[in-house]
């Protein structure tokens, strides 16, 4: 059971515009940043977004998230095959003193 | 360019022990902290645990407190993880990452590739 949920799956088409959300509480997501990263099979996990909304260089435009209080959402739009991939949402927990992951959303492009 | 190349897994024995290491490059290793991460076969992301750039500040997940050891060696730029008692549920791909800052709750910014543990009979 992971600390910070996520949807199991999601899934669309290219061109769709696509979220996953994360809900968490008062002790990660609503206290800390929240944290976006990608996992491709055999590939080392890669950030999507960092402090809530912030994308590292490299990471298109299509990638963008939000959070309000204990609950975050990570938007694709413009979806493409290669965005096929598990996302784990991550942030600090201060009861914990430790990183929490949601439980991870694999996404499918149709 | 950074890279962090993870080595040590391997297949041991319940009970048994194991060294995980994490070579860095690529950037001023001291100055930032990194952490370990797992992913078991078909499940999530988990932490397991983080230090900070001076090695002065640990942190541990529940789930393996008093059996891993995490630690650096700064002249080497390298990172390890010391794993004792080794059960089933430790079985996973060991990740090694990296924090932008020397606070171990800063942005984890990069990634390794991992290296799988099995422990088994």
């Known amino acids: 059971q992971s600390v910070l949920t996520q949807p199991p799956s999601a899934s669309g088409t290219p061109g769709q515009r696509v979220t996953i959300s994360c809900s968490g509480s008062s002790s990660n997501i609503g206290s800390n940043y929240l944290y976006w990263c990608q996992l491709l099979p055999g590939t080392a996990p890669k950030l999507l977004i960092y402090r809530n909304n912030q994308r590292p260089s490299g990471v298109p435009g299509r990638f963008s998230g939000s959070k309000s209080g204990t609950s975050a959402s990570l938007a694709i739009s413009g979806l493409r095959s290669e965005d096929e991939a598990d996302y784990y949402c991550a942030a600090w927990d201060d009861s914990l003193s430790g990183w929490v992951f949601g439980g991870g959303t694999k996404l499918t492009v149709l | 360019e950074v890279q962090l190349l993870e080595s040590g897994g391997g297949l041991e024995q319940p009970g048994g022990s194991l060294r995980l290491s994490c070579a860095a490059s690529g950037f001023t290793f001291s100055s930032y902290a990194m952490s370990w991460a797992r992913q078991a076969p078909g499940k999530g992301l988990e932490w397991v645990s983080s230090?900070?750039?001076?090695?002065?500040?640990?942190y541990y997940a529940d789930s393996v407190k008093g059996r891993f050891t995490i630690s650096r060696d700064n002249s080497r730029n390298t990172l390890s993880l010391q794993m004792n008692s080794l059960g089933a549920e430790d079985t996973a791909v060991y990740y090694c990452a990296k924090s932008s800052y020397d606070y171990v709750w800063g942005t984890i910014d990069y990634w390794g590739q991992g290296t799988l543990v099995t422990v088994s009979s």
């Open positions: 230090l900070s750039g001076s090695g002065d500040n640990t």
